[in-house]
């Protein structure tokens, strides 16, 4: 089945950039997608970003669009975010999950906080 | 984008009670939903793919249904371990969305 380990969260100044790092195990993670979800505190879930292995095509919600950039590294099994001018309304707990369609296995997120 | 709307946003219910939670999506997505139960402090969990696809090691007790633009998630007989918060999540096209939550209480 798998397991996921977010990484890289902080606070952050708003303007700032930071990157979050998942690394993957128990799956052949070239053939997956990564989906990034992320949930603001007491606020539901936001659907943020994915990289389909099939295509290598990348997609993003609209509201990050533009300022975040999915990556990965097949050789490392990491999928990566990174995240620029954040604002107050970036601040969540982030979660990447295995595929796309199917997301069956989360990690157990990281928190981003924006604030000065 | 398509517009998920998720009802109730919360509902309070008893042991043994029947539980309906609807997703209403602002276009037609055939079968593309998802739904995910969430509890504190956890990430979510995929209950049920494809509409009505129950994932495995999900109980019976939890069913889905429709297709194009509602979506209802029926837990026929609520147990305690299934107070949490329940999401729909479209999977027709990108961006995907969420739904808004349905959070389920204990009455």
């Known amino acids: 089945e798998g397991q996921l380990l977010e990484s890289g969260g902080g606070l952050v100044q708003p303007g700032g950039s930071l990157r979050l790092s998942c690394a993957a195990s128990g799956f052949t993670f070239s053939r997956e997608a990564m989906t990034w979800v992320r949930q603001a505190p007491g606020k539901g879930l936001d659907w943020v970003s994915v990289?389909?292995?099939?295509?290598?095509?990348?997609y993003y919600g609209d509201s990050v669009k533009g300022r975040f950039t999915i990556s990965r590294d097949n050789s490392k099994n990491m999928v990566y975010l990174q995240m620029n001018s954040l604002t107050a309304e970036d601040t969540a707990i982030y979660y990447c999950?295995?595929?796309?369609?199917?997301?069956?296995?989360w990690g157990q997120g990281t928190m981003v906080t924006v604030s000065s | 984008d398509i517009q998920m709307t998720q009802s109730p946003s919360s509902l309070s219910a008893s042991v043994g009670d029947r539980v309906t939670i609807t997703c209403r999506a602002s276009q037609g997505i055939r079968n593309d939903l998802g739904w995910y139960q969430q509890k504190p402090g956890k990430a979510p969990k995929r209950l049920i793919s494809?509409?009505?696809t129950l994932q495995s090691g999900v109980p019976p007790r939890f069913s889905g249904s429709g297709s194009g633009t509602e979506f209802t998630l029926t837990i026929s007989s609520l147990q305690p371990e299934d107070f949490a918060t329940y999401y729909c999540?479209?999977?027709?096209?990108?961006?995907?969305?969420f739904g808004q939550g349905t959070k389920v209480e204990i009455k």
């Open positions: 494809a509409a009505s």
């Open positions: 990289f389909r292995s099939t295509d290598n095509k990348t």
């Open positions: 999540l479209q999977l027709n096209t990108y961006p995907r969305t």
């Open positions: 999950a295995k595929g796309d369609y199917y997301m069956d296995v």
